[in-house]
């Protein structure tokens, strides 16, 4: 569905030659956010993805995004909770200047190998607005209750006066400008 009083931007696809006579992606609801991507493997050739392995599947499809979107590749859910396949890159990018083919990585977190024969719907594909931002170098940003705190730090109810985490903050900034290294947090 479009934007209230906006016209469906318009996405040129070129069909190539291993993906003849398969459907072109199509949201399979009113209201789905993605298009659903197929695999265009030969159909005499399937791809067997043992537990553990990823593979580059290729969609038969290139792309003409309008200029300021984007197209992001990612996971079905219904094959991530039954077999453990997922996109190992997720979200993939596909940028509007971008004119090969799309292609899907797809990793066997399961426990048992998953075949992927041609036309099954492996991925879905988001198209969305994304914005160019100019980057100013500073001394300091403005503080925020959360501070520096990293992975899983929303959760927390523990809380640092504004004051000390905005100074926490800037020293911290201030220590890795002067060394130029930057920390290897792990969860």
Same mark, same amino acid.
């Given at each position: 569905m479009a934007l209230p /009083? *906006? *016209?469906r931007p318009r996405v040129n696809v070129v069909r190539l030659a291993h993906a003849e006579? #398969? =459907?072109l992606p199509a949201y399979q609801s009113s209201d789905a956010a993605g298009l659903d991507l197929v695999a265009a493997v030969p159909a005499d050739a399937p791809v067997a993805l043992a537990p553990g392995a990823r593979? #580059?599947?290729p969609t038969g499809l290139v792309l003409e995004l309008p200029k300021g979107f984007e197209a992001q590749v990612r996971p079905r859910s219904g094959l991530a909770v039954r077999h453990g396949v997922t996109v190992l890159n997720s979200p993939g $990018?596909?940028?509007a200047d971008y004119r090969g083919e799309v292609q899907v990585i797809l990793v066997n977190l /399961? $426990? =048992?190998p998953f075949t992927i024969a041609r036309g099954e719907r492996i991925a879905q594909l988001v198209v969305a607005p994304v914005v160019q931002v100019a980057l100013a170098e500073a001394k300091s940003v403005r503080a925020t209750a959360r501070g520096a705190g990293g992975f899983g730090s929303t959760g927390t109810r523990e809380r640092v006066p504004r004051k000390t985490a905005a100074k926490k903050a800037t020293r911290a900034l201030q220590k890795r400008s002067r060394t130029k290294e930057i920390p290897n947090k792990r969860p």
């Open positions: /009083g *906006r *016209r006579g #398969l =459907a593979v #580059l599947i $990018t596909i940028d /399961g $426990t =048992a």
